[in-house]
Every structure is written in C-alpha cells, then in structure tokens.
C-alpha cells in the first residue's frame, strides 16, 4: 500500500531539512543517523529544533531519542499533525 | 597571570540544562554499567566488571592534580547522563586532553557538557590548547568536533583495542579560537534545552 500524498510531502520537506542542517545533498530517501556519519549530536539537536521550528511541530520529550531517520521523523510529524 | 593549575577535584560547571560535577568514588556502579553498554563500549578501551576496580580507579585518580572527571548531570531530574574528562593536563604547553567523554543511549547533553568542559579547560584551568583524540572509525565524534569547529590537527597515535590497532585522529581548540567554538556549541546547548522543555 501506498502512502498518501502528504505523507510524501512531510517525507520530502524532512529530508529537506536534513540536508539543509547536514549541508549536503542526501543519496536516498531514507536516512538515518547510524548510516549518516555528518548526522552527530550536535546537528541532531540542531536538525530537531529546525524540524519543530519549520514544520511547525512539538516533538515529546519521550519520543526525541527514538527520531534517528527521516523515516521515524516523518512519522512523527505526521502523527503530530494528525495527518496519519 | 593564568591560573596555577593544582590538583582541583571541586570544579563544577552549570549551563541551560546539564551540570558538570567532580567524579566520585561513590559513582563507580553507574561509570562500570556505561562503559560497558554494549552500543557505547565500540570505540573505548576495555573496562572491568568490578566496581571495586572502578573505585580503586578513581581513588588514584583523585591523587593527581593533571586528571579532571566530570559526571554529567540532567539540572532538571538529577539524572546522570554520562561522563567527560579533560586530562594529560601539561601546565607547562597550557593543554590538555578532553575525552573519557560517554553518554548514554539518548541523551541530548552532548552539546552542553562538551560546552562546559572546554569553558572549565580554559576558563577555571587557564588552558590555552584542549585536543581530542578519536577513532577514525568514530565517524560521529569525529563529526561532532568538526561541527563545533574544532581543527583537525591530523594523525594521532594509533589505538589498539582487542588486540587490533586502529587509526585516531586529533582534532584541537586554542584559546583563540575558543569564542567560536562556544558560539557553535551554546546555539546547540540552548536549542537541546528548548527541546527537553521540563
């Protein structure tokens, strides 16, 4: 089954930003931080804090250790803005 | 006039969200159960099982005045977070050596605590050089340093662990440089502490 139209659209504006903080064009669609060497702490927060500011979202404190790809973020966002 | 460097296992440092506070005897259970968490252990030198190691570790420790261990701390719970270390201290070239630097799984206060461990090196010690020596396989850390603008000073000493020799590489901060590196490091401190929000 595929995924809806905005679920595309959150994916794309994730990976968007991924590269924006990363500074450098993604290969695939997916990234996540273990295959991602220039994913390090220091641009996770700053990915994350870019993410809620842009995206205009609140990620629980709960669930920030668990967003370590686009996919999981994605996820997240969606669910935050009831858009799965 | 900088600063005499003594044997000073009182330094605290607080920022937005995280604290540093010395290394106890009393720490050594939590210290054995990080470093040997398997997905943290990869790239640091092996650590016994025995908290009666551990303690006898930091007694040692303690006696020398080159040595400073930092626990890191959640301001808000109370947690501990993990450790960082800045060591090799040499008061004649003014440098030390920051590592034994290990978080747990999760943990949001990378940022911060290296943060206020440089500003104890060259603030509280009078440092002017603070180097780190990493794994060339540590990609992440490695990144890190890069990304708070640390320069990469090129090889270090090779590390062998498990009886295989692995390349490092040493990346540094000057005290010239140091007002940037604390630029980068509080935009990310401040931004980790917005997003824990307690």
């Known amino acids: 089954m595929g995924s809806s139209a905005s679920e595309d659209q959150i994916r794309d504006e994730v990976l968007r930003l991924v590269e924006v903080v990363l500074g450098r064009p993604m290969d695939g669609r997916t990234v996540t931080r273990e295959s991602e060497p220039a994913w390090d702490s220091l641009k996770h927060v700053e990915l994350l804090f870019a993410l809620e500011d842009e995206l205009q979202v609140r990620f629980d404190e709960d669930e920030l250790a668990s967003l370590t790809s686009t996919d999981a973020i994605a996820e997240s966002v969606a669910r935050h803005r009831g858009a799965s | ?198």
């Open chain 2, 1 to 198: 006039m900088w600063p005499a460097i003594v044997a000073r296992h009182d330094l605290t440092a607080s920022g937005y969200r995280f604290r540093l506070r010395p290394l106890q005897v009393t720490d050594a259970a939590f210290v054995v159960k990080l470093r040997r968490d398997p997905t943290l252990s990869r790239y640091i030198n092996p650590t016994s099982p025995s908290e009666a190691d551990q303690r006898a570790w930091t007694e040692a420790y303690l006696l020398r005045d080159n040595d400073y261990c930092f626990v890191v701390e959640d301001a808000v719970n109370g947690e501990r977070e993990g450790t960082i270390s800045t060591y090799n201290v040499d008061p004649v070239a003014r440098q030390g050596e920051m590592g034994r630097w290990i978080l747990r799984p999760g943990s949001f206060a990378a940022p911060e605590s290296a943060l206020l461990a440089y500003r104890l090196a060259f603030e509280s010690l009078g440092l002017r050089r603070v180097y780190c020596r990493t794994l060339r396989d540590n990609e992440h850390v490695v990144s890190f340093h890069r990304s708070s603008g640390l320069v990469e000073a090129g090889p270090a000493p090779a590390v062998v662990l498990d009886g295989t020799s692995h390349e490092a590489v040493e990346q540094y901060v000057t005290d010239k440089s140091w007002p940037d590196v604390e630029r980068a490091l509080e935009r990310s401190a401040t931004a980790a502490a917005r997003l824990l929000r307690p």
